[in-house]
């Protein structure tokens, strides 16, 4: 759909009483279902119950809810290095705290996150929300190879290539984790730092 | 599409000459790029520049296709298990030939991999495939607790939350890793062991 479409709101922007969050949460199901490019307007209110205008009375675009939900869970993992960064003066300790902050995002945000991961780059809210992914993958290997110059952690494996592969582990939650089933979300951050960090081999 | 329409090939069944492999890495790669349910044999064939009656010279349907693709990275994947249990009577060594036979499959067969790892189960072909999946983890959930009990795998991570974990970490790859690109596919393989069983952390 075109953007000057959606973004022409009528003056009557009906419906209120209809919660913001709520349209967000709908729309970002049905994004992570069928594919946000594949996903019409008509997709959205018929899921919502709402007619196109209720739809604008709450965001301007289909682009505008992508980058609410990908800002979303862009803020809450750049939080996590910022907190890290903030408390923990080394790196080791500052890599423990990333990945136990990672995955707790990725839980509480499982829809926003699902859709960060699925973003290919394909409009610019989708290569600026990817920019943002790079960064803070730059800022998580650095972490890791001033942790391997402190020694505590292995330098015999290169930082970046460690980063994609912990991270790698860490989203991949997100094809499997069920909120409510039998996985404890809290042990989960405890056995990828138990897996990536501590190593599977008895010691 | 339907089976219907691509199952009935005209007696002029033409090209000869373009070979088998050849088609089924290009469909694959076209899968791969739209989506299989968004591929039409429209597709297929502009991609192929080829006609519709040349495809079914080939292939019987674009199922078949898909069905021949998934088998391929099944198989590779299958008989690393079946070549650790021929040669390793510890779990702990079946284990690691398995991460590491598991690495070289899927950057051998990157495009039939990646194909696999996005089946959601929406035909019988791919119902089967995600079945076989289930299979293999399953085999591999049984080596990784038959190497707790053996005292080589720490056992305060559940088997099969583990082996999730740790196939999560060797699929990750098909989202980044390039052929001829920077990083060594033999090295990967051992990097993943250094990450997952040794661990990260300095012994």
């Known amino acids: 759909m075109s953007q000057t479409e959606l973004g022409a709101p009528t003056p009557k922007r009906g419906r209120p009483g209809y919660d913001r969050e709520q349209v967000l949460a709908v729309a970002v199901k049905v994004f992570n279902e069928h594919g946000y490019d594949a996903t019409s307007v008509a997709d959205l209110t018929a899921a919502l119950g709402l007619t196109k205008s209720a739809l604008y009375h709450h965001f301007d675009s289909k682009s505008a809810i992508l980058e609410l939900a990908l800002n979303d869970a862009l803020d809450g993992l750049e ?107 809290d042990e989960l951050g405890e056995d990828i730092l138990r897996v990536t960090l501590d190593g599977l081999q008895s010691r």
Chains 1, 2 share one sequence.
Do not use: C
């Open 79 to 185: 939080q996590v290095v910022d907190d890290a960064e903030a408390r923990h003066p080394l790196a080791s300790d500052r890599l423990r705290a990333i990945v136990r902050g990672a995955v707790h995002v990725l839980i509480a945000k499982l829809p926003s996150v699902t859709l960060l991961l699925r973003v290919r780059g394909n409009s610019e809210v989708e290569t600026t929300a990817l920019r943002r992914r790079r960064d803070f993958d730059q800022r998580v290997t650095a972490i890791l190879a001033e942790a391997q110059s402190e020694g505590l952690i292995r330098d015999d494996v290169d930082a970046a290539v460690a980063t994609r592969l912990i991270f790698g582990m860490i989203n991949s939650v997100v094809e499997w984790y069920r909120p409510g089933g039998p996985v404890d979300p």
